[in-house]
């Protein structure tokens, strides 16, 4: 698959939990290998329901696609196990970083070469690799997991998750509860495994300052519809479009007319190119 070819499709994703909550109302999205794709929505928009359903993890939650379909590659997401979608390069890191907490570092990262059936000496090699993104994990590789900072579990999550040898990361907000100077540090690492490796990345973030400083394109979900797509260069500068939909309220008078607007017409659906 070359660099610009559609790596991932989301059509029309209806998703319920409990076959009571409507999560999701129908959103489609798509990303192109070697992109970074930045979900953003308020608390509670369907970001994690939309993530976990592109891993087919969504019956574990008690939820159930009841409407859609998503593809990955050409294959039928919702047909394959989670495990199978990791062997095929679809990998996840969840919200909350997820180390297993009494392992230490190095055991954990382990674990991620292993769920791709990893041999030996590509574990090895792995391992360098991952160490010379995050040099700090190398010195902390004995630590238990559970005992290191915040920082230091979501770097273990994500380079769990690069022992698996992803074509698409998907990450659910990695920046949670951490320190702005420990965001950047793994946005720009992030960056660079995109921009080198041309690493496809989808995250969802609360934090749109950030998710836009890095990503290509952003969709933006708001009660579990999308309503809002484009260049997350043009939704940067717009100040407007942040207030809108990114409860970013400026004091500008555009500002507040552009509040108004969203909450008239909440199920609109935008493209900035
Ligand atoms: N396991 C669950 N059981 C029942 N309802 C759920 C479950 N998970 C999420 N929901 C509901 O589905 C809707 C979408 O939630 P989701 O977690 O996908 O949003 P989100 O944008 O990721 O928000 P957050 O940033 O708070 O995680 C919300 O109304 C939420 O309460």
Do not use: W
């Not at 294959?75 to 997820?98: A, F, K, M, N």
């Not at 382990?110 to 360098?128: A, F, N, Y």
């Not at 190398?138 to 579990?153: D, I, M, Y």
């Amino acid at each position: 698959m070359s660099q610009g070819e559609i790596q991932l499709v989301v059509d029309r994703l209806e998703a319920v939990y409990n076959h009571a909550i409507v999560a999701l109302h129908g959103v489609s999205l798509t990303i192109r290998r070697g992109e970074i794709l930045a979900l953003l929505g308020a608390n509670g928009a369907g970001k994690s329901t939309t993530l976990k359903s592109i891993s087919n993890l969504l019956q574990a939650e008690r939820g159930q696609i009841t409407r859609g379909s998503i593809h990955f590659e050409g294959i039928d997401v919702l047909r394959t196990r989670p495990s199978d979608l990791v062997r095929h390069g679809l990998v996840q890191v969840l919200e909350g970083r997820h180390c297993f907490r009494a392992l230490n570092v190095e055991e954990n990262l382990v674990t991620g070469g292993l769920g791709r059936g990893s041999s030996r000496v590509e574990i090895v090699q792995d391992l360098e690799r991952v160490y010379s993104i995050f040099p700090g994990l190398k010195a902390k590789r004995r630590e238990t997991s559970g005992l290191t900072s915040g920082g230091e579990q979501q770097m273990t999550a994500i380079g769990r998750a690069l022992m698996s040898r992803p074509r698409l990361l998907v990450l659910d907000e990695p920046s949670m509860g951490l320190a702005p100077l420990i965001i950047r540090d793994i946005f720009r690492k992030l960056k660079s495994l995109n921009e080198s490796e041309g690493l496809s990345i989808l995250l969802a973030e609360q934090n749109s300052t950030v998710a836009l400083q890095y990503a290509d394109r952003a969709t933006v979900l708001e009660n579990g519809v999308a309503v809002l797509e484009g260049a997350a260069e043009v939704l940067r500068n717009r100040d407007d479009v942040r207030a809108f939909y990114l409860g970013e309220r400026t004091v500008s008078d555009e500002g507040s007319v552009s509040a108004d607007r969203a909450v008239d017409n909440p199920r609109a659906f935008e493209t900035i190119a």
